[in-house]
């Protein structure tokens, strides 16, 4: 009988089991908290890295193609070199004429040239547009045109900061005028 008796007392009591069930659930939850901010901080990382080559790229692609730029022409609304232009118009050493401005591709405005080559994809969004602003120098031999615009990825969500991506890209460049 002795040892039936200790048979019946070595086993958990259901406080211990609870106790057990309930630091378990807390572990996981925990990891799982930390999983979630593990993959929405790479996804960010994601997002800023794209926002920043597409910015580049199209910033590096115009810089060299207005530097290497003969004279400005009058763009489609008649301005040739004023503050605050949405497009610019030049002709290039090959003698061709190019057009940077904003075009709708299909229902995504993207930055591109009117030869059909696009500085942006349609995985950014344009948020301020593309900014033009010229100024001569007082022989009007060298335009300087400064470039300015905003790309954002992401859509706003509960958490702005953390959901969107938002970066403005600006540089300079003076036509060389031949």
Same mark, same amino acid.
């Given at each position: 009988?002795?040892?039936?008796?200790?048979?019946? #007392?070595?086993?958990?009591?259901?406080?211990?089991?609870?106790?057990?069930?309930?630091?378990?659930?807390?572990?996981?939850?925990?990891?799982?908290?930390?999983?979630?901010?593990?993959?929405?901080?790479?996804?960010? %990382?994601?997002?800023?890295?794209? %926002?920043?080559?597409?910015?580049?790229? $199209?910033?590096? #692609?115009?810089?060299?193609?207005?530097?290497?730029?003969?004279?400005?022409?009058?763009?489609?609304?008649? !301005?040739?070199?004023? $503050?605050?232009?949405?497009?610019?118009?030049?002709?290039?050493? !090959?003698?061709?004429?190019?057009?940077?401005?904003?075009?709708?591709?299909?229902? %995504?405005?993207?930055?591109?040239?009117?030869?059909?080559?696009?500085?942006?994809?349609? $995985?950014?969004?344009?948020?301020?547009?593309?900014?033009?602003?010229?100024?001569?120098?007082?022989?009007?031999?060298?335009?300087?045109?400064?470039?300015?615009?905003?790309?954002?990825?992401?859509?706003?969500?509960?958490?702005?900061?953390?959901?969107? %991506? #938002?970066?403005?890209?600006?540089?300079? $460049?003076?036509?060389?005028?031949?």
């Amino acid at each position: 009988m002795e040892m039936r008796r200790h048979h019946l #007392q070595s086993g958990f009591t259901l406080i211990e089991l609870i106790i057990a069930v309930s630091l378990t659930v807390m572990l996981l939850l925990t990891a799982s908290a930390l999983f979630m901010t593990f993959l929405i901080s790479g996804a960010k %990382v994601n997002s800023t890295q794209l %926002v920043k080559q597409e910015g580049q790229h $199209a910033l590096i #692609q115009m810089e060299f193609l207005l530097r290497n730029a003969i004279e400005l022409l009058p763009n489609s609304f008649g !301005d040739e070199c004023i $503050a605050d232009m949405t497009e610019i118009k030049f002709r290039s050493i !090959d003698g061709g004429e190019t057009t940077l401005a904003i075009e709708d591709d299909g229902g %995504v405005d993207k930055i591109a040239s009117n030869s059909g080559v696009y500085l942006t994809s349609g $995985a950014v969004k344009i948020v301020n547009g593309i900014n033009f602003t010229c100024t001569q120098n007082s022989d009007e031999s060298h335009p300087h045109i400064s470039i300015s615009f905003t790309l954002r990825k992401g859509t706003p969500g509960l958490d702005p900061t953390r959901d969107i %991506v #938002q970066e403005t890209f600006t540089a300079s $460049a003076t036509v060389r005028s031949l």
